[in-house]
């Protein structure tokens, strides 16, 4: 039998990752500050959500999850937040033309903050210092490093006015097929790449407007398969974060009614709901067996991710599934590997065949970014277009030998321009052939290198060239 959990049971276990704060009783303070602060999302969006992974389990739908590796307080701008939706609406075209199927889109936005380390303490010249944890926890500026309670509120204030402007940019038409080019593909320098995207928008506004002309909505495929209303607007668009920070989330963890499907049923069931993202996932580093977030994960209603690395034993990840999805639900888990390109042959069959035979209902994603980190000779770390490449189409490969399905991919990367302009340069390769000694040009992650705009095209048109087959 399961020990009882409640939204703070995850305080009994080890925490993996924690912050110390120096000031206990701030702490406390910004918590119950942040327990009567308004959801962020509505379970009935989350529902949905859940709702729309069953389908990319049954392979109906497939999966975007993508976007910084983290956020920052100072880059929640306007143009900043546009880019980011314009890249992912962009990607998610070119995918939905290849495979022919909708496009689940999660972006990492609006409350992903938080980091994990694999040390405490860095070296800053001669002295040791507290490792950077994020916005939400402590500075960049080496100064700043103690943990300052009132960053978790500021988190969460910069999380309501990142995803207010993302409702609004979605309801306001900024979706619409009719205005592709105000994704920032000016800014893409690449006639080719620019061509190509081009002729899909084209070939789909004359799809649609077929449709209009023999009296189909556009739209109407997507809610027969969602079973609701639209979540954000004209398209559906849910948020995400990595649940790092437990005391943060279990101030969001409220007790609400699940809205019934069938409205006439007189009982109302209750669950508990993170109400400050629709889609959470727990890292390579915390997803310990026996651990506070494995824990605090298992209670709630959310769709859920978990990150497994070449670590993640053959049995160990079924073990998991148990503890997270006991009833084996569909559309509840979704499993992100990043072996890396060298190491995913030796991991991935294993784990598809254990899960397989264990029953367990899962959406398989590839994250081909976090097992392909490698470090400069300037000493920036940097990910090879051409890792990334390899490790996906390692994938997508295993999984047809093991008679699975690739489900979805999840990436970094931004639609983010420097001052001058440009794109980012914090990946080598792709198209655009970025070089080692150009990667200092605009570098501007503080955390992992993300593909900037033209080489996340190149991966989107390699998938929906890949699906169209
Ligand atoms: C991440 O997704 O940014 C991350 C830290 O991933 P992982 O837990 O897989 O290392
Ligand atoms: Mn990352």
């Given at each position: 039998m399961p020990t009882p959990w409640s939204p703070s049971s995850w305080k009994g276990k080890p925490v993996a990752q924690d912050v110390e704060y120096p000031d206990q009783g701030e702490l406390s303070k910004v918590l119950s500050k942040l327990s009567t602060l308004p959801p962020l999302?509505?379970?009935?969006?989350?529902?949905?959500?859940?709702?729309?992974?069953?389908?990319?389990q049954r392979n109906e739908a497939f999966l975007l999850h993508a976007g910084d590796c983290a956020e920052s307080f100072d880059a929640c701008t306007h143009e900043n937040i546009t880019s980011k939706?314009?890249?992912?609406?962009?990607?998610?075209?070119?995918?939905?033309?290849?495979?022919?199927?909708?496009?689940?889109?999660?972006?990492?936005?609006?409350?992903q903050y938080a980091k994990p380390r694999s040390s405490n303490y860095e070296r800053?010249?001669?002295?040791?210092?507290?490792?950077?944890?994020?916005?939400?926890?402590?500075?960049?500026d080496p100064s700043?490093?103690?943990?300052?309670?009132?960053?978790?509120l500021n988190a969460y204030f910069h999380s309501t006015t990142t995803l207010n402007y993302v409702r609004s940019l979605l309801t306001s038409g900024f979706a619409s097929l009719h205005h592709p080019r105000d994704w920032s593909l000016v800014h893409v320098r690449s006639p080719a790449l620019r061509q190509e995207f081009e002729a899909i928008v084209e070939g789909l506004s004359d799809a649609l407007d077929f449709s209009r002309t023999i009296g189909v909505e556009a739209g109407q495929s997507t809610y027969e398969h969602g079973g609701g209303k639209d979540v954000l607007g004209e398209i559906d668009f849910y948020t995400s974060h990595e649940g790092l920070m437990l005391p943060y989330e279990e101030t969001l963890t409220r007790e609400l009614p699940i809205p019934s499907a069938n409205q006439s049923s007189s009982e109302t069931s209750?669950?508990?709901?993170?109400t400050g993202a629709h889609f959470l996932w727990v890292g390579d580093r915390t997803r310990q067996l026996d651990g506070a977030h494995v824990e605090y994960f298992r209670g709630i209603r959310n769709p859920i991710g978990i990150k497994v690395g070449p670590t993640m034993g053959v049995d160990e990840v079924v073990r998991v599934l148990d503890v997270v999805n006991p009833d084996k639900e569909l559309g509840r888990v979704t499993l992100i590997t990043r072996y890396g390109a060298k190491k995913i042959e030796e991991h991935l069959p294993g784990h598809i065949r254990t899960v397989q035979a264990s029953g367990h209902p899962v959406a398989w994603i590839c994250d081909p970014m976090h097992g392909n980190t490698q470090t400069s000779s300037s000493g920036l770390k940097t990910r090879h277009f051409n890792n990334i490449i390899?490790?996906?189409?390692?994938?997508?490969?295993?999984h047809t030998e093991c008679g699975?399905?690739?489900?979805?991919?999840s990436l970094e990367f931004t639609g983010e321009l420097s001052e001058d302009g440009f794109s980012v340069t914090e990946c080598l390769g792709g198209s655009m052939e970025l070089k080692e000694e150009e990667l200092g040009l605009r570098y501007q992650s503080f955390c992992d290198p993300r593909l900037n705009f033209e080489q996340s095209l190149d991966i989107a048109f390699l998938m929906s060239n890949h699906f169209k087959k």
């Amino acid at each position: 039998m399961p020990t009882p959990w409640s939204p703070s049971s995850w305080k009994g276990k080890p925490v993996a990752q924690d912050v110390e704060y120096p000031d206990q009783g701030e702490l406390s303070k910004v918590l119950s500050k942040l327990s009567t602060l308004p959801p962020l999302v509505t379970p009935s969006e989350i529902e949905r959500l859940r709702q729309q992974i069953s389908l990319v389990q049954r392979n109906e739908a497939f999966l975007l999850h993508a976007g910084d590796c983290a956020e920052s307080f100072d880059a929640c701008t306007h143009e900043n937040i546009t880019s980011k939706i314009g890249l992912i609406l962009s990607f998610s075209l070119i995918l939905i033309w290849g495979a022919r199927k909708p496009v689940i889109r999660i972006g990492r936005i609006a409350g992903q903050y938080a980091k994990p380390r694999s040390s405490n303490y860095e070296r800053v010249g001669d002295k040791q210092i507290l490792s950077f944890r994020g916005d939400n926890v402590n500075g960049l500026d080496p100064s700043d490093r103690t943990p300052d309670p009132q960053r978790l509120l500021n988190a969460y204030f910069h999380s309501t006015t990142t995803l207010n402007y993302v409702r609004s940019l979605l309801t306001s038409g900024f979706a619409s097929l009719h205005h592709p080019r105000d994704w920032s593909l000016v800014h893409v320098r690449s006639p080719a790449l620019r061509q190509e995207f081009e002729a899909i928008v084209e070939g789909l506004s004359d799809a649609l407007d077929f449709s209009r002309t023999i009296g189909v909505e556009a739209g109407q495929s997507t809610y027969e398969h969602g079973g609701g209303k639209d979540v954000l607007g004209e398209i559906d668009f849910y948020t995400s974060h990595e649940g790092l920070m437990l005391p943060y989330e279990e101030t969001l963890t409220r007790e609400l009614p699940i809205p019934s499907a069938n409205q006439s049923s007189s009982e109302t069931s209750k669950a508990h709901y993170n109400t400050g993202a629709h889609f959470l996932w727990v890292g390579d580093r915390t997803r310990q067996l026996d651990g506070a977030h494995v824990e605090y994960f298992r209670g709630i209603r959310n769709p859920i991710g978990i990150k497994v690395g070449p670590t993640m034993g053959v049995d160990e990840v079924v073990r998991v599934l148990d503890v997270v999805n006991p009833d084996k639900e569909l559309g509840r888990v979704t499993l992100i590997t990043r072996y890396g390109a060298k190491k995913i042959e030796e991991h991935l069959p294993g784990h598809i065949r254990t899960v397989q035979a264990s029953g367990h209902p899962v959406a398989w994603i590839c994250d081909p970014m976090h097992g392909n980190t490698q470090t400069s000779s300037s000493g920036l770390k940097t990910r090879h277009f051409n890792n990334i490449i390899s490790e996906l189409t390692a994938c997508l490969r295993i999984h047809t030998e093991c008679g699975s399905r690739l489900g979805g991919v999840s990436l970094e990367f931004t639609g983010e321009l420097s001052e001058d302009g440009f794109s980012v340069t914090e990946c080598l390769g792709g198209s655009m052939e970025l070089k080692e000694e150009e990667l200092g040009l605009r570098y501007q992650s503080f955390c992992d290198p993300r593909l900037n705009f033209e080489q996340s095209l190149d991966i989107a048109f390699l998938m929906s060239n890949h699906f169209k087959k």
